[in-house]
């Protein structure tokens, strides 16, 4: 799963302040999933999201959460005016055509947010 | 509510011992998989489940699939230090999106 990247490894943010989440999915992949975990639970799923489009988003928080996947780059997990209960290691991943290989997907590293 | 149950949340035992983690569900899943998680990384895919009584094996371990798709397990043979780790269990009903157990902390204790 090293092809699925993610960037910043780590991320300390104040509250008020705005998180920026990168994922590049891994080669040939066109499927992106962002998921969220929280200390000692298990994943949530928050949104899935092809080439500019968002497929289904049914577990992001109503206020202050976005993403998106543009035709060009990574893609973005957004936070606005971070609150502490917002900390927790968010994971990207990726798969491909759903014809190729369907349900499996390969997880990133994470992103550990900290909100002071 | 909890969709995925894993069982037990924490495990620990000593090397050369086998183990077995259940994975269970009153919902039907299209697929299951497992997965493995290191501290500060992210889950490994170890295998996808997609038939129900499917059984398959990598090296010691050995998964398999609930015959009507609601349940797995995962049997490790002679565990070893290095098995240690969070293993968990994610189902998908289709809608590409995975449901996570709350994992199985493993520890072989040498």
């Known amino acids: 799963n090293a092809g699925v990247m993610q960037n910043p490894r780590h991320l300390v943010r104040r509250r008020g302040q705005e998180a920026r989440l990168r994922c590049s999915p891994m080669?040939?992949?066109?499927?992106v999933y962002w998921y969220r975990q929280l200390p000692e639970e298990g994943l949530k799923f928050m949104v899935y999201?092809?080439?500019?489009?968002?497929?289904?988003e049914s577990g992001m928080p109503k206020e202050r959460f976005s993403a998106e996947f543009p035709k060009e780059g990574p893609s973005i997990l957004r936070i606005q005016q971070v609150v502490r209960g917002d900390s927790a290691a968010y994971f990207c991943?990726?798969?491909?055509?759903?014809?190729?290989?369907?349900?499996?997907?390969?997880f990133g590293p994470g992103t550990r947010l900290t909100v002071l | 509510t909890q969709l995925l149950e894993q069982s037990p949340q924490f495990l620990s035992i000593q090397e050369g011992e086998n183990l077995t983690v259940y994975c269970n569900s009153s919902?039907?899943?299209?697929?299951l998989q497992w997965y493995r998680q290191e501290p500060g990384e992210g889950p490994v895919l170890l295998v996808t489940?997609?038939?129900?009584?499917e059984v398959k094996k990598l090296k010691r371990l050995t998964f398999q699939f609930g015959d009507a798709r609601k349940d797995s397990s995962l049997h490790i043979t002679a565990a070893q230090t290095g098995d240690t780790g969070l293993y968990l269990c994610?189902?998908?009903?289709?809608?590409?999106?995975?449901?996570f157990g709350q994992g199985t902390r493993l520890t072989i204790n040498p």
């Open positions: 991943a990726s798969s491909p055509l759903v014809a190729v290989s369907p349900d499996t997907q390969y």
């Open positions: 080669k040939g992949h066109s499927h």
């Open positions: 999201l092809q080439k500019e489009n968002i497929i289904d």
């Open positions: 919902s039907v899943f299209s697929s």
């Open positions: 489940v997609v038939t129900g009584g």
């Open positions: 994610a189902g998908s009903q289709g809608a590409q999106k995975l449901v």
